[in-house]
Every structure is written in C-alpha cells, then in structure tokens.
C-alpha cells in the first residue's frame, strides 16, 4: 500500500512532442505528489507538485494531471526540449504529518531528440 | 548559498569495512533525510530526522545508523559493509512550511 508505481521505465520522444509519464498509488491517506527532475550526476530537484483537492497543475510547460477517483497521476510536457532530457520521479507523501517522507516511483528517463 | 552538501562524493570500501557520509544544510531546516537510489528502483528512505535530537527508521535502515546532534549535521553510518550496500546515496533538507525537498548531490559508494 505504500507503493508508487510509475510508467514507463524509459522514454524517447522528438523535440516539440509530449511525452506524458504516469504514476499510480494504492494509499488513500497520500495527500501530497510531487515530481522531481533529476539531470545525470545532481540531486533531484522539484519540477512541480499537487494536492488531491485540484484535478490540474501548469507550471510553464509542465502539467500534472491527478485523476483522485482512480489513483492515479501523471507528468506531461508540453513542447518537450532536448534539455528536458533527464530521469523525472513521481513522488507521494503519506498523510499530513508534514514530515516530508515521500515515497517515490521507480524512475523514467526521457530523451527528447533534436 | 550551499544547500545541502554531502561528501564524499565517490567512495569504494572493502567488504566489512566501516565509514560515514557526512551531510550538512545551511538553511536551517528542521527535517533531514537520508535515501539511497538504485537503478530501477527509485529511491528509498534509509533514515529521517525532524530535528535535532531526534532520528527515526525509513524504508530500508538495516545495516545503517544516524545522529543528529545539530540542525546542521546529518551524518549516516554504514557498520560492516557489504555488496547490497553499493549504491548513490542523497540526503536531503525540508523546511517547517514546505513539502519541498532539497537535495544533495550525492555520494556513489562501491562495496567489493
């Protein structure tokens, strides 16, 4: 029930496509989903986040989708870039304790080609 | 500003050998947290700690230890190391109003 499971494992789009990223949870008490961008020898880094009360987030070219009925949420970017090409985790936190223990996917890197 | 640094940044122990990857934020969060990433699986919560004083078990804490004896400092203890333990280790900082993670840039250790 802790588990993120995140889709798929890698990703190959062309500059200017949409790739789209999904994840899926079992726990109803996440309240917090995140997703990192991790480019190859850093930390990763927050791209964006939502809460289950908003079914929509945009942030520049980036969108998370949060479907709370099926539990499930989803990455997509718009205009894709070759520089947006890293690994990207989704990410959730259980309950509202605020301790920040985040439970992450397994990771998709995506290459976007010139 | 640091953030959050870690060091070593590339470490290879021998099997049974003992060391500590330090990990330091100047931001002064309160919460601090030790994962480790393997290819394929994500990253895992070793151990976590919401503030000084005060430590607590993640996902996968077997054959790890921590203290947290100032907000700055967060140092994760490998006793007795062994293959399982080759990995890129984060650690990372939150702030009290924030569910925002920073992280560190990491530390790769190779256990042969």
């Known amino acids: 029930q802790q588990q993120v499971k995140q889709s798929p494992q890698s990703l190959i789009v062309q500059k200017g496509g949409i790739p789209i990223i999904n994840c899926a949870y079992e726990?109803?008490?996440?309240?917090?989903f995140p997703w990192y961008q991790q480019f190859p020898g850093k930390g990763p880094a927050l791209l964006i986040a939502?809460?289950?009360?908003?079914s929509e987030k945009k942030e520049g070219r980036f969108t998370i989708s949060f479907n709370k009925s099926a539990k499930q949420f989803s990455l997509h970017i718009m205009d894709s870039q070759p520089g947006d090409s890293a690994t990207y985790f989704c990410?959730?936190?259980?309950?509202?304790?605020?301790?920040?223990?985040?439970?992450f996917g397994q990771g998709t890197t995506l290459q976007v080609k010139p | 500003n640091a953030g959050v640094t870690q060091t070593p940044k590339f470490r290879i122990l021998k099997i049974g050998q003992s060391m500590t990857l330090q990990c330091t934020q100047d931001?002064?969060?309160?919460?601090m947290y030790w994962y480790r990433q393997d290819p394929g699986m994500g990253l895992k919560l070793i151990y976590y700690?919401?503030?000084?004083?005060?430590?607590d078990k993640g996902e996968v804490p077997n054959g790890y230890n921590v203290s947290r004896s100032t907000t700055e400092d967060f140092p994760l203890r490998l006793e007795l190391a062994a293959p399982s333990q080759t990995s890129v280790y984060f650690c990372?900082?939150?702030?009290?109003?924030?569910?925002?993670?920073?992280f560190g840039e990491g530390s790769r250790l190779t256990v042969l």
């Open positions: 990372a900082s939150k702030g009290s109003n924030t569910g925002e993670l920073f």
């Open positions: 726990n109803t008490a996440f309240d917090y």
């Open positions: 939502i809460r289950p009360d908003v």
């Open positions: 990410a959730a936190a259980p309950g509202s304790s605020n301790t920040g223990k985040l439970i």
């Open positions: 931001m002064n969060h309160n919460y």
């Open positions: 700690s919401v503030g000084a004083g005060i430590t």
